[in-house]
Every structure is written in C-alpha cells, then in structure tokens.
C-alpha cells in the first residue's frame, strides 16, 4: 500500500469519528495543500476524543483556541508517524500557506505576538520563520507540547497556555497603565481627576462665552440693520 491508498482506507474506517468534519475547498489549491488539509482531519479522526474535547470546550469555551492548538501539534507529529509520505506534503502545504499569508502575520513582528500564538506558527511555519522563545518557562513549555501523547497531558499543557495568555494579558494592562502614568501623572490621584473636573468647568465656560458672545453680536447686527435709514429716507 502506498501512504496515500493506507491513508484513504484510514479515512473511510474512521468515517463515524469524522462525519462532522469539513474540509475548505481553495481555487488553486495545491496537491500538497489538499494532502496537509486530509491529513490534518485524519489525524484528528484517530488521536482527538470527541467527548473529551466536547466537555472541555463547553466548561471553558475560552479554553478552546489553546486547547486546538496544542492538540494539532500532537495530531500532526502522530499522523506523519503514521503516514510518512505526508512529510513532505505538510511541508510544502505549509509553504503554499505562508506563501499566501494564511495566518496574516505579513506585516508584524512576529515576536511581539502572544506565546500561543508563537507556539502555533512555531509548529505549523517555524521552519520558515524562526520564532524565539525566552529561556525557562517559554521553552520549557514548548518542549513539552511537542512531546504530548496523550488527551490529557494536551489539556494539561493547554490549561498552563491559557493562565499564561491570561498573565499577559494582564502585564500588557499593567504597561499600559504604567505608561498613562508616565504621560499624565496625576491622571489616577484625587487631585489628578479634580484638575480634569476644573478644566472640563473651564473647558464649558469658555464655550458658554462664545456662544453669548455670539449672541450679542448678532442682536447688534440685527439692530444696525433694522435702524439704518433707507435710501429713500436720506
């Protein structure tokens, strides 16, 4: 049997576990991309639990992207052990989408992004791109989701992915408040907001001004108007 003809029959044997599932369907796509995309779902056919993906999903359905994302590193590495020929077709598949800017990061610093984010474009493009991860933690962890073989050391990998979105998250918050501070020191004291409420005050009585200067203007050009003499009266 050749890889592709094994993968087929795998495919049809799985067909109760991926009968939900659905494939995109591309103007020009590749062989290779239509290989890397099969390949993909089979993977998930034979490795993900459909219930225990379901009841993780619907107790935090935030955890869903960071679960998605260490899973199709272990899906991906189990089904190119199961179906070598399909190497060379993620390989190539994956070009075909970088190539297109499939995951839209053309104009960004990639190591600006958050770690799940580095981590999926690590295993889907890193040999394209060459993401950095800090030493401790962030490698640590990277090494670990490429080694997951089971459901649940995925959910236990995920669920440290996610508490550490959610940290930084609340350090970019941090930076940002830090920096408000920097810019409008006493924005956040009691003196601070006292100064803003003044000059929202003064802000309204310099508009109220105008409008009443306005006013007077126009009730003066009014009055010039209907008391100047007419020609016919000079």
């Not at 390949?39 to 359905?61: C, K, Q, R």
């Not at 040999?127 to 959910?155: C, N, S, Y």
């Not at 310099?206 to 007419?230: I, N």
């Amino acid at each position: 049997l050749t890889p592709e003809t094994a993968m087929l029959r795998s495919l049809v044997g799985s067909e109760m576990c991926i009968r939900d599932r659905y494939l995109p369907v591309w103007q020009e796509m590749s062989k290779d991309l239509y290989d890397l995309l099969i390949g993909h779902e089979v993977g998930h056919a034979h490795e993900t639990p459909e219930a225990g993906w379901h009841d993780t999903v619907i107790d935090n359905p935030q955890k869903k992207a960071f679960l998605n994302v260490v899973e199709d590193v272990r899906i991906e590495r189990k089904v190119k052990a199961r179906y070598p020929g399909l190497v060379k077709s993620f390989y190539k598949g994956y070009q075909e989408l970088f190539d297109k800017d499939f995951f839209g990061i053309q104009d960004l610093d990639i190591q600006d992004l958050p770690l799940v984010d580095r981590v999926n474009l690590h295993f889907k493009i890193g040999h394209l791109l060459g993401v950095e991860f800090a030493d401790g933690f962030e490698k640590d962890l990277v090494e670990r989701i490429g080694k997951a073989d089971t459901w649940a050391e995925v959910e236990k990998l995920a669920d440290e992915l996610y508490k550490n979105h959610q940290q930084e998250r609340k350090d970019k918050q941090e930076e940002y408040d830090e920096l408000l501070e920097k810019l409008m020191p006493h924005r956040f004291t009691s003196e601070g907001q006292q100064e803003q409420e003044e000059r929202q005050q003064q802000r309204q009585q310099a508009r109220q001004k105008m409008e009443d200067k306005k006013d007077e203007l126009q009730e003066a050009y009014d009055c010039l108007l209907y008391t100047s003499p007419s020609p016919r009266d000079s």
